[in-house]
């Protein structure tokens, strides 16, 4: 039954919001689709299309749509303290109970472990925290001249200035004169793209790593404050780095002595079979970013777990640290995160990501790695992504303009499948509750997809 009026919430939209990273005019002409419930692992639209949503919303929905036990927690929080500040002095029951959880969940691991907490409710805010912390901690250690943090190209850390800075984007520097001052980008650790002919992966691993080395030297290591980067770069289209990258980056922070941040804003909360990223890929960070799958995307919630080392100078030389939002530790929303975490230890989503269905998506992915159209195709616990070529033999990739992903986007969508295109590089992030079952649906539509994809640009003379 259609209960909603797709043309006149599309003229009002058009006429009154402006979509994040959107070209207005171009959406106004087409009319955005229109997403009206959703239930599991799928969305409903305003025409009635029932979608597999592969992307968990925006990475967000680890344990699906429609948790009675998500929306009860907020609404029994909401009627007992909706809203309370937590500057001056004062705190919240469940901001006070998540923090504690989150500090039992992290790894112990000596000066590396987590006791404390800051909220924000976004993973934008919580990379500006990060660099707030950042030059607070080596303010507080008399070494200010320690300033310039490093990132990487084609990273994503959000869309604030510090965070739009912090991020490798460049259609985002090109908007706004960013980076601000001070921060710096390195190259990615993209096998497929970056490696050298006849260079194996960990050789590729060791020397991307070495670009660290490289850029600490140039500016001088003790002008270097920290170097950020995501376990797997998300938003860049599921790039895992090859083995032996963080290990050698570890060595080398530590070496030097720069504070490393670990944006697990994607990675986090089960996505790679562990409950942080780090985990999963063996190093240690300072500070952990986190938002999105910690409420499941019900709410707004972000954060940065502060490790030890950082905690420790910032409450014993502290002092005021300037900096918080009206939301930070906002009790509802840290409710419902409390309630989220739940779901995921009495599912133990964690483990079924890490022992049954993780690895049962890695086995689909080897099968669709096999399809014409496919260069490479890699699995990560419950996130995937995969790389569309003109020749496959020649790994060689079809012209940017040609917008081959989009292509395969739109069909994805013809047949009921949300998932992603970075550029020709499809990629999947499908919620944790996943059953094999559904694995084995969504795995036939993505193969469906690439078919008539394939069939299009042979069609129209694009392959080689
Ligand atoms: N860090 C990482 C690693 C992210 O993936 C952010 C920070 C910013 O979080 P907020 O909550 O401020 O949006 C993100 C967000 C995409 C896409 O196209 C990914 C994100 C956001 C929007 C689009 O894949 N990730």
Same mark, same amino acid.
């Given at each position: 039954?259609?209960?909603?009026? #797709? ?13 994040? @990273? ?10 955005? &689709? ?25 990475? =967000? ?5 429609? &948790?009675?036990?998500? /929306? ?14 937590? *500057? ?6 469940? /901001? !006070? ?5 989150? /500090? ?14 800051f909220y924000s409710s976004s993973g934008s805010e919580s990379?500006d925290s990060? +660099? ?15 300033? +310039? ?41 993209? *096998? @497929? ?10 050789? *590729? ?45 570890? $060595? ?23 409950? *942080? ?14 938002a ?9 919630l972000g954060g940065v777990? !502060? ?18 939002y #009206?939301y930070s530790?906002?009790? +509802? ?30 086995? =689909?992915?080897?099968?669709?790695? &096999?399809?014409?159209? !496919?260069? /490479? ?26 917008? !081959?992903?989009?292509?395969? &986007? ?11 295109? +970075?550029?020709? $590089? ?9 059953? $094999? ?28």
């Open positions: 039954m259609k209960t909603v009026d #797709t043309a006149q919430i599309q003229a009002l939209d058009s006429a009154h919001f402006l979509h994040p @990273f959107t070209d207005f005019k171009d959406l106004a002409t087409r009319g955005a &689709r229109v997403i009206t419930k959703a239930d599991g692992i799928h969305v409903w639209d305003s025409d009635g299309n029932k979608i597999l949503d592969a992307m968990s919303g925006l990475w =967000c929905v680890n344990v699906g749509y429609g &948790r009675k036990e998500l /929306a009860d927690a907020a609404h029994h929080q909401m009627m007992t303290l909706p809203y309370y500040n937590s *500057f001056f002095q004062t705190t919240n029951v469940p /901001a !006070v109970q998540l923090a504690s959880k989150l /500090a039992s969940l992290a790894p112990k691991a000596g000066e590396r472990s987590f006791q404390h907490v990379n990060n +660099v707030r912390m950042v030059r607070r901690y080596w303010d507080l250690l008399g070494q200010s001249q320690r300033k +310039v943090i490093i990132s990487r190209l084609n990273s994503y850390h959000g869309s604030t200035m510090a965070g739009a800075s912090l991020g490798g984007m460049s259609g985002m520097h090109a908007q706004g004169d960013l980076p601000i001052p001070n921060i710096t980008h390195i190259g990615q650790p993209y *096998f @497929f793209e970056n490696g050298l002919p006849g260079e194996s992966a960990a050789d *590729f691993g060791l020397r991307a790593a070495g670009w660290l080395e490289e850029k600490i030297l140039e500016i001088g290591a003790d002008k270097v404050a920290a170097f950020i980067a995501e376990p797997i770069q998300g938003a860049g289209g599921v790039i895992i780095p090859p083995p032996g990258y963080w290990n050698e980056i570890q $060595r080398i922070v530590d070496k030097y002595g720069i504070l490393l941040v670990s944006d697990e804003v994607i990675c986090a909360f089960g996505r790679l079979g562990t409950w *942080f990223g780090y985990e999963k890929f063996g190093y240690k960070p300072d500070l952990v970013t986190f999105k799958a910690i409420t499941s995307g019900y709410i707004p777990l !502060v490790g030890d080392r950082v905690a420790k100078v910032l409450i014993e030389q502290g002092g005021e640290f300037n900096h918080g #009206t530790g906002h009790p +509802v929303a840290c409710a419902v995160a409390l309630a989220n975490i739940e779901i995921m230890e009495h599912e133990q989503l964690v483990q079924r990501v890490r022992d049954d269905i993780g690895p049962y998506l890695a086995g =689909c992915f080897g099968e669709i790695a &096999r399809h014409p159209l !496919v260069g /490479a195709a890699e699995t990560c616990g419950l996130m995937a992504g995969l790389t569309l070529v003109k020749n496959k033999e020649r790994q060689e990739v079809f012209a940017a303009e040609l917008m !081959v992903g989009m292509i395969c &986007r739109s069909h994805c969508l013809s047949l009921g499948l949300m998932m992603r295109a +970075v550029g020709d $590089r499809m990629i999947i992030a499908p919620p944790l509750i996943m059953t $094999r079952v559904q694995i084995d649906d969504m795995v036939m539509l993505i193969t469906q997809s690439l078919d008539l994809t394939y069939e299009e640009v042979k069609r129209k003379g694009w392959l080689a």
